[in-house]
């Protein structure tokens, strides 16, 4: 006899399927209302301030959750892998501020440039090292759980 109460894993799987991809597209939608704000309205920053904090709030709550669960969240382990995100992300952002911002100073460029890739590469080497150290402490918890077992 089957309650209709009692949840198909496939059912919860799925349905936390979907609501993990409506909150990626919300994510998205904000970020596109702030640059469309920023960029072509030509808004003052109190216009879409609150869609600002909600996805920086949204970004680090994200990741305070993968840090504490012990979810990794570096897809690799390597410094020069990291060393390389750092450089194109530093890129990417300098191209931004070339092609939707106009900033055409050189050495403003290359400042946002080196600061931007100098931040990328600590804020993500911190956080990888962090979350290392909380995988290894799970490992060592499952490890000793075992060991009573036996």
Known sequence: MRNSRVNDERIVSQR?????????????????????????????????????FCLIGIGIYITIRHLSDGVDISQSHSNKRLVLNSIVSGGICVSLMVFL???????????????????????????RNINKRRQKQIDDELGSDENIDE
């Open 16 to 52: 936390r399927k979907i609501q993990s991809d409506a909150f990626q597209i919300l994510v998205y939608c904000l970020l596109i209302s702030i640059l469309i704000q920023q960029f072509i309205m030509n808004a003052p920053f109190a216009q879409f301030a609150v869609e600002f």
């Open 101 to 127: 911002a106009g900033e055409r100073n050189v050495w403003n460029l290359i400042l946002i440039f080196v600061a931007f890739t100098i931040v990328y590469f600590l804020a993500h080497f911190v956080l």
